[in-house]
């Protein structure tokens, strides 16, 4: 039997197990997809030499960046971003085995997207700067859209913080994108700090979270008239996409 899974840590309840079972059985797939919840990425190697039947893998936080450096090969798009989430491993012979790594969230991301922008969505402000931020940073840019990441503290001349939002700012960037787990059940009621009286009709907010259904930040945007989005459809089509990478 086929075997497919999951790194990272801690990984608790993961949409992936979920997903990845129900399609086996439902399209009676001989495979199983279980967690491999490793304390340290160190322990990675281990996993592809203990499950000889593995066949492909996700990878979750925090070992998005971390797993680079043990893979054999990446994919153009996924070294620009310099986070990988899916590997596909392919076993040459009894020893011999070669990892790829590929980032399934930037096609996730960008046909969620694509079908709400209009012409006035030329400028995204990014909150947050680790791996899901840098798909979503060069997925925007496939699109003509240019991006900056917002961080609580300063990082580089290009990244803003949040005391830099100014109402020119905010005007000047009608896409908003949370890449951060604020707002994340259990934790409802908090939001990303941005000034939301500056939001208008114009604006598009996308939240990569999906639980809650609609977080502090989608409802402060929708209050304001701003387009929202929870990251639901991203999560299901790039699982999609991780599925077709592995059978390519």
């Known amino acids: 039997m086929d075997k497919y899974g999951l790194i990272g840590y801690p990984l608790g309840h993961s949409f992936s197990v979920t997903y990845f079972n129900e399609k086996f059985q439902s399209e009676n797939i001989d495979a199983e997809y279980v967690n491999f919840e490793i304390p340290r990425i160190e322990d990675f190697p281990e996993v592809v030499t203990e499950n000889i039947n593995l066949c492909g893998l996700n990878v979750t936080i925090p070992y998005k960046e971390q797993v680079i450096p043990y893979l054999d090969e990446l994919d153009p798009d996924t070294a620009k971003i310099g986070a990988v989430n899916v590997i596909k491993i392919i076993r040459q012979g009894k020893a011999k085995v070669k990892l790829v790594g590929y980032n399934s969230d930037i096609i996730g991301f960008t046909q969620s997207i694509e079908p709400l922008l209009q ?21 925007l840019a496939n699109l003509g859209i240019e991006s900056r990441y917002v961080s609580r503290s300063k990082r580089d001349a290009e990244t803003l913080t949040y005391a830099d939002l100014t109402p020119e700012v905010m005007a000047e960037h009608t896409i908003i994108v949370n890449c951060t787990p604020v707002g994340m059940y259990p934790k409802v009621d908090f939001c990303p700090d941005i000034p939301y009286e500056q939001l208008t009709p114009q604006h598009l907010l996308y939240d990569l979270l999906y639980n809650p259904n609609e977080t502090l930040f989608m409802k402060k945007g929708r209050a304001q008239g701003a387009t929202v989005k929870n990251g639901l459809e991203m999560l299901l089509l790039q699982a999609f996409a991780a599925w077709e990478i592995w059978h390519r």
């Open 119 to 139: 012409p006035h969505h030329t400028k995204a402000l990014l909150l947050g700067t680790g791996g899901a931020s840098k798909a979503v940073y060069h997925g």
